[in-house]
């Protein structure tokens, strides 16, 4: 049976085809912030990276494919980055453009999305969706000047360990060339 919540028959890009600006807004409101106030941009608190700048990375990962990657990666003795919070979902179509936001508000480096690979999501097609709102997101750090290759979508099947921990690593390593997340600093001062 197909769990998706129901689409009217709309692509998943249709789905979120809210404005960025809307979004934008909708994200400052939820979060306190005045929707039209002219936000400082976020980059003006960029610091260069250090050399022992760890980045902290958020995953989140659908409960079959990824979250057994995961679980394999461990069971073989895979290393890969220790500065990672494993958020699990029912499925990445359940991932939602403000989780993805509220991530880096709530100071992570990077972020990714990881699901089962496209045409084996036991959900049918909620790794397209979730795909399509990585995607939306992504224009939208880079519009709001945090950058989007902070953020990335993976998929792997429940036996790749060994990619899973690459895809950690891989986004780790990117993020360190990107820079500490800045509003990571703002929220320290609040
Ligand atoms: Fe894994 Fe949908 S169940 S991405």
Redesign the pocket.
């Known amino acids: 049976m197909n769990n998706e919540p129901m689409n009217n028959g709309k692509s998943a890009d249709q789905q979120i085809s809210k404005s960025a600006n809307q979004q934008i807004s909708e994200w400052r409101m939820a979060n306190g912030e005045s929707p039209t106030s002219n936000l400082q941009s976020p980059t003006s608190n960029l610091q260069p990276p250090t050399s022992n700048f760890q980045p902290e990375i958020t995953v989140f990962m ?1 409960i ?3 979250y057994m990657a995961a679980d394999t990666a461990g069971a073989l003795r895979i290393k890969y980055p220790a500065n990672v919070k494993l958020v699990k979902l029912p ?3 359940k991932t939602d453009v403000r989780y993805l936001l509220e991530a880096f508000a709530q100071g992570a480096d990077g972020v990714c999305v990881v ?2 690979p496209i045409g084996n ?3 049918v097609h ?2 397209v969706r ?1 795909r399509a709102r990585v995607e939306y997101a992504k224009a939208l750090l880079d519009q709001i000047g945090l950058g989007g290759k902070r953020l990335e979508m993976y998929f792997v099947s429940g036996g790749m360990g060994n990619p899973f921990a690459n895809a950690i690593r891989e986004l780790t390593e990117r993020v360190k060339k990107v820079g500490p997340n800045p509003l990571r600093s703002v929220k320290r001062e609040t």
Request: overall charge neutral; aromatic content about 6%; proline content about 0%.
């Open positions: 659908c079959y494919c990824a499925c990445t179509g699901g089962c999501c036991h959900h909620g790794n979730g």
